[in-house]
T-cell receptor, first 114, second 113 residues
Framework: NAGVTQTPKFQVLKTGQSMTLQCAQD?????MYWYRQDPGMGLRLIYY???????DKGEVPNGYNVSRLNKREFSLRLESAAPSQTSVYFC?????????????FGNGTRLTVT | TQLLEQSPQFLSIQEGENLTVYCNSS?????LQWYRQEPGEGPVLLVT?????EVKKLKRLTFQFGDARKDSSLHITAAQPGDTGLYLC?????????????FGEGTQLTVNP
């Protein structure tokens, strides 16, 4: 049982390049989230999807787009990468929308933009 | 300015010592969660506290939610090297829109053998 799987684990991009971060879950959870983690700033929500077919902006959505492909998969796209997007990106899932239930995280994608 | 302030940011102690880390805010939170994150992995939920004044224990870890639901603490008794990690608090503030979960910046704990 893999839980939440993120690919790739590491990526180096040049400024202006594009890429898509993939996230897949086998937990049958409805809600999926993309966070970025930067030193001294905790985890910040980029986008989330409460259910298949819906997406909403989080705290720091600028420069990103998302697609909820189906119940299992939620991808994050950087159309034109910038050095400020150097970060560790985490995908997370939750069974519903109640914030008393736990978030289940993947192991992250470490992105460097030069 | 972080909605949730964690202190200390870094803590290095010897095996067997006790420690407390804090999570403070000027806002009222509906609930608070504590996560632990190990290098190269995502955070894992330790506990959720919901009621003001609530105390929960998880083996050597004791979690408390403040009476006014603006702060929380994590106390570890007789720390072990396996407790090493980044401890994150997260909560839903009554002030933020959409019941958004806010994370603190974390406390990096190192327990030396």
């Amino acid at each position: 049982n893999a839980g939440v799987t993120q690919t790739p684990k590491f990526q180096v991009l040049k400024t202006g390049q594009s890429m898509t971060l993939q996230c897949a879950q086998d937990m049958n959870h409805n809600s999926m989230y993309w966070y970025r983690q930067d030193p001294g700033m905790g985890l910040r929500l980029i986008y989330y999807s409460a259910s298949e077919g819906t997406t909403d902006k989080g705290e720091v959505p600028n420069g990103y787009n998302v697609s909820r492909l189906n119940k299992r998969e939620f991808s994050l796209r950087l159309e034109s990468a910038a050095p400020s997007q150097t970060s560790v990106y985490f995908c997370a899932t939750r069974v519903g929308l109640s914030y008393n239930s736990p978030l289940h995280f993947g192991n992250g994608t470490r992105l460097t933009v030069t | 300015t972080q909605l949730l302030e964690q202190s200390p940011q870094f803590l290095s102690i010897q095996e067997g010592e006790n420690l407390t880390v804090y999570c403070n805010s000027s806002s009222v939170f509906s609930s608070l969660q504590w996560y632990r994150q190990e290098p190269g992995e995502g955070p894992v939920l330790l506990v959720t506290v919901v009621t003001g004044g609530e105390v929960k224990k998880l083996k050597r870890l004791t979690f408390q939610f403040g009476d006014a639901r603006k702060d929380s603490s994590l106390h570890i008794t007789a720390a072990q090297p396996g407790d090493t990690g980044l401890y994150l608090c997260a909560g839903v503030s009554q002030e933020t829109s959409g019941s958004r979960l806010t994370f603190g910046e974390g406390t990096q704990l190192t327990v030396n053998p």
